[in-house]
């Protein structure tokens, strides 16, 4: 497997969006990798629709503390039948609904963001934080269909994705842009 994931990915936040559960679950990456390594969360293996191994990850609760919990109102979703779609589909349409919800201000992010000093210096001073106005970031989103389990899959690694892939086996080509990825 390829590591792709969390601990490559270069976001500032990751938004876990499922339209099926009506919510998106909003994280900044730093956080989380702290959160697995303390925790040794172990690494749990996911499947394709043919159960076919694609991935490694870890599953963390969508209610853990640092995780902001989001509301999705019906006019984001029902343009959509979620459950038909092929991965990819369903990837690119999330994004830009994903988009559109931080546009809309459905989905927040901070003006300022607090960091963690960690020298010898700044803990001599009693200084245990830096906070500074939140200069632009970035996001990475993904688009969640399997619900109802309260975890977020936060991939590590992949490997034979099968993104065309629908449900009972069969496969649909998209019309969408190839993703390059070279």
């Known amino acids: 497997m390829t590591e792709y994931g969390i601990w490559t990915s270069a976001a500032d ?55 902001h919990t989001y509301s999705i109102p019906d006019r984001y979703l029902d343009h959509q039948k979620w459950q038909e779609l092929t991965d990819r589909e369903a990837g690119i349409i999330g994004e830009t609904v994903v988009a559109t919800l931080i546009e809309d201000q459905i989905i927040k992010f901070p003006f300022y963001r607090a960091l963690r000093s960690r020298s010898r210096k700044e803990q001599l001073a ?48 998209s019309d969408m842009p190839e993703l390059d990825l070279k």
Not at 135 to 162: D, V
Not at 166 to 173: M, P
């Open 13 to 67: 936040y990751w938004v876990h969006f499922f339209p099926l559960e009506r919510a998106a679950y909003v994280y900044r990456v730093d956080l989380m990798r702290e959160y697995i390594k303390r925790n040794n969360s172990p690494i749990m293996f996911g499947a394709s629709k043919d159960n076919s191994v694609t991935g490694a990850g870890y599953l963390v609760q969508q209610a853990t503390y640092f995780v």
């Open 126 to 173: 009693s200084i245990d934080f830096k906070v500074s106005y939140f200069k632009p970031f970035t996001i990475e989103a993904k688009t969640e269909r399997k619900c109802g389990t309260g975890n977020l899959f936060i991939q590590a690694r992949e490997s034979g994705h099968k993104p065309n892939l629908l449900h009972g086996g069969a496969t649909r080509s």
